[in-house]
């Protein structure tokens, strides 16, 4: 199974500050035929179900504001969140979908300093 | 609009049965794989389970192979999990979850509210 590792824990963003979320693959989630990186990122606010933001490790969910970013290579990428606001304190996840079992991170929890 | 409701969440006896429902609205279901994603009290999410748009295709995870069997009923708009021999540790809210295409395992683009399931005597 491939392990996705996340860091940090937790986070504290001053309003209008900058978050970098980080998430690592045990094993390279790029398919080299068609060149996608299989890495998605969710937010998942409380009492509410996950919400799909980022797929393809950097492409952009509809209506999901441009202030969310993802990039990253084969096995390490990030999720960046720029101008935070007082809505984008949530639980943040990455997932690879390269191969079965699918496998999520452990969550990055942001919040406001 | 993508409306995906689960049902059959309960309290159930450690060894006991159980199976969750997930009707789906918005989309034409036969096209998309389905999965079920799940997350115990307080901790992180967990694939549970997934099933290609034809049915033809299903996986799982190590934690419930054995014992969870995904299926859908392209007629009904319907996904579903059995879950037996249920254990503590598969207490959990049970979220359904519409998958992207992606020609195979996909992440899921689209989730329904979830359904609290309890193991517990």
């Known amino acids: 199974d491939i392990v996705m590792t996340q860091s940090p824990d937790s986070l504290a963003v001053s309003l209008g500050g900058r978050a970098t979320i980080n998430c690592k693959s045990s094993?390279?989630?790029?398919?080299?035929?068609?060149?996608?990186?299989?890495l998605a990122w969710y937010q998942q606010k409380p009492g509410q179900p996950p919400k799909l933001l980022i797929s393809?490790?950097?492409t952009r969910e509809s209506g999901v504001p441009d202030r969310f970013s993802g990039s990253g290579s084969g096995t390490d990428f990030t999720l960046t969140i720029n101008s935070l606001q007082a809505e984008d304190v949530a639980v943040y996840y990455c997932?690879?979908?390269?191969?079965?079992?699918?496998?999520f991170g452990g969550g990055t929890k942001v919040e406001i300093k | 609009e993508v409306v995906l409701l689960e049902s059959g969440g309960d309290l159930v006896q450690p060894g006991g049965s159980l199976r969750l429902s997930c009707a789906a609205s918005?989309?034409?279901?036969?096209?998309?794989?389905m999965s079920w994603v799940r997350q115990a009290p307080g901790k992180g999410l967990e694939w549970v389970s997934g099933i290609s748009g034809t049915g033809g295709s299903t996986s799982y995870a190590g934690s419930v192979k054995g014992r969870f069997t995904i299926s859908r009923d392209t007629s009904k708009n319907t996904l579903y999990l059995q879950m037996t021999s249920l254990r503590a540790e598969d207490t959990a809210v049970y979220y359904c979850?519409?998958?992207?295409?992606?020609?195979?395992?996909?992440?899921?683009?689209?989730w329904g509210q979830g359904t609290q399931v309890t193991v517990s005597s």
């Open positions: 094993q390279n989630v790029l398919y080299s035929y068609n060149d996608k990186k299989y």
């Open positions: 393809w490790a950097s």
């Open positions: 997932q690879q979908y390269y191969s079965s079992p699918l496998t």
């Open positions: 918005g989309f034409t279901f036969s096209s998309y794989a």
């Open positions: 979850a519409k998958d992207g295409y992606c020609g195979g395992d996909c992440y899921s683009n689209y």
